[in-house]
């Protein structure tokens, strides 16, 4: 079982950057890949971006690339996504999600989610 809780969200000016971390509680915290995803008011949830369990690949949906990146220290068990040059259109509550390493299609396959945190971008 993997408890994941989402810290981080708040309200910041478009073109602001905001840190989110996701802590995990697991014991093997390297057998897990780690995803983040969104969902805006009246949206489907949406893939951000995912890292592989060893912090060695990272993925990322289109509209984020070169603003958002995502980390990972496995001996804290957290990853981290710093988002920079925030847009209205990135209001969403975020959710990190993890499942078993599995080498291949980082945007879905996730059984462990976290609570969110809200992100809100005023312009």
């Known amino acids: 079982q993997v408890q994941l809780v989402e810290s981080g969200g708040g309200l910041v000016q478009a073109g602001g950057s905001l840190r989110l971390s996701c802590a995990a509680s697991?014991?093997?915290?390297?057998?897990?890949?780690v995803g983040w995803f969104r969902q805006g008011p009246g949206k489907e949830r949406e893939f951000v971006g995912a890292?592989?369990?060893?912090?060695?690949?990272?993925y990322y949906t289109d509209s984020v690339k070169g603003r958002f990146t995502i980390s990972r220290d496995n001996s804290k068990n957290t990853v981290n996504l710093q988002m920079n040059s925030l847009k209205p259109e990135d209001t969403a509550v975020y959710y990190c999600?993890?499942?078993?390493?599995?080498?291949?299609?980082?945007?879905?396959?996730?059984?462990?989610w976290g609570q969110g945190t809200q992100v809100t971008v005023s312009s």
């Open positions: 890292i592989t369990w060893s912090g060695g690949s990272t």
């Open positions: 999600a993890a499942r078993a390493r599995t080498f291949r299609d980082y945007n879905s396959g996730y059984n462990y």
């Open positions: 697991v014991r093997t915290f390297t057998s897990y890949d």
